[in-house]
T-cell receptor, first 113, second 114 residues
Framework: QQQVKQSPQSLIVQKGGISIINCAYE??????FPWYQQFPGKGPALLIA?????SEKKEGRFTISFNKSAKQFSLHIMDSQPGDSATYFC????????????FGQGTILTVHP | DVKVTQSSRYLVKRTGEKVFLECVQD?????MFWYRQDPGLGLRLIYF???????EKGDIPEGYSVSREKKERFSLILESASTNQTSMYLC?????????????FGDGTRLSIL
């Protein structure tokens, strides 16, 4: 079963706009929430990650917001650029999982110039 | 820089064939993973290995097996390929030591089963 649900499946944003991708999880044992970015023809790469002891983490134009009570987290891309066009995956991990990640379904982001 | 290398970018095989996908990492990572990526389904874990000769089933192991004889190499085996195994296959590796160790991915093998 899909333990991490991601939306939307695709997103089109104008250059300079804000891109928002949402994820919801079910397993309360999850305690690590990374986002991966994948460009066409490449494997995913870690973009930014958060642990549930903080509600927000910012790295440059990328921010993760985390709501533990709602079991939701989201990625915000400020001042979106055409170079941000990629597929984004949220993921979750926790417990004695050997670092196993459960991924969301992915969001294809297109930023128009 | 960590390098995860998958032996083929594109592969075409026939139904019923035994197919081997190879993955090599150069960072002495303990953990290695095999995923398949399908549109709308994200990345789904097939198998992972946390040490040489050790393996654990992921979420969708049916029809697959794996082999890890050396620390740097992790092979995915399709015992008898079927058309529903047509997909993008991604290998990843990471250090052991907690879930916040990032996974490093190869660029994938696009496998077509005819």
């Amino acid at each position: 079963q899909q333990q991490v649900k991601q939306s939307p499946q695709s997103l089109i944003v104008q250059k300079g706009g804000i891109s928002i991708i949402n994820c919801a999880y079910e397993n309360t044992a999850f305690d690590y929430f990374p986002w991966y970015q994948q460009f066409p023809g490449k494997g995913p790469a870690l973009l930014i990650a958060i642990r549930p002891d903080v509600s927000e983490k910012k790295e440059g134009r990328f921010t993760i917001s985390f709501n533990k009570s709602a079991k939701q987290f989201s990625l915000h891309i400020m001042d979106s650029q055409p170079g941000d066009s990629a597929t984004y995956f949220c993921a979750a991990s926790g417990g004695t999982s050997y670092g196993k990640l459960t991924f969301g379904q992915g969001t294809i982001l297109t930023v128009h110039p | 820089d960590v390098k995860v290398t998958q032996s083929s970018r594109y592969l075409v095989k026939r139904t019923g064939e035994k197919v081997f996908l190879e993955c090599v990492q150069d960072m002495d990572h303990e953990n290695m993973f095999w995923y398949r990526q399908d549109p709308g389904l994200g990345l789904r874990l097939i198998y992972f290995s946390y040490d040489v000769k050790m393996k654990e089933k992921g979420d969708i192991p049916e029809g697959y097996s794996v082999s890890r004889e050396k620390k740097e190499r992790f092979s995915l085996i399709l015992e008898s390929a079927s058309t529903n195994q047509t997909s993008m296959y991604l290998c990843a590796s990471s250090f052991v030591g907690g879930p916040n160790q990032p996974q490093h991915f190869g660029d994938g093998t696009r496998l077509s089963i005819l």
